[in-house]
């Protein structure tokens, strides 16, 4: 369970990323810090999500639903 709130926490922690470089890039302000920066750390955090999840499958912590055939 500890695992699944780990990950819905990174989540949406990509999505307020991704709603972060959106703000700067629609205020285009040349003295803030830059959109890639906020860009930079969403893909970061998707490649930890990528692990943790293949890790958990790994480790039999989660497992994955049944073939629907």
Same mark, same amino acid.
């Not at 699944?4 to 703000?23: E, P, Q």
């Not at 810090?33 to 293949?54: E, P, T």
């Given at each position: 369970? $500890?695992?699944? &709130?780990?990950?819905?926490?990174?989540?949406?922690?990509?999505?307020?990323?991704?709603?972060?470089?959106?703000? $700067? =890039?629609?205020?285009?302000?040349?003295?803030?810090?830059? =959109?890639?920066?906020? &860009?930079?750390?969403?893909?970061?955090?998707?490649?930890?999500? =990528?692990?943790? $999840?293949? $890790?958990? &499958?790994? =480790?039999?912590?989660?497992?994955?639903?049944?073939?629907?055939?």
């Amino acid at each position: 369970m $500890l695992v699944k &709130l780990i990950l819905i926490a990174l989540l949406l922690f990509i999505v307020f990323n991704l709603f972060r470089a959106l703000w $700067l =890039m629609l205020k285009n302000d040349p003295d803030k810090v830059s =959109m890639s920066k906020y &860009l930079g750390r969403r893909v970061l955090f998707s490649a930890i999500v =990528m692990a943790l $999840l293949i $890790l958990a &499958l790994a =480790m039999g912590w989660i497992s994955p639903h049944q073939r629907p055939y």
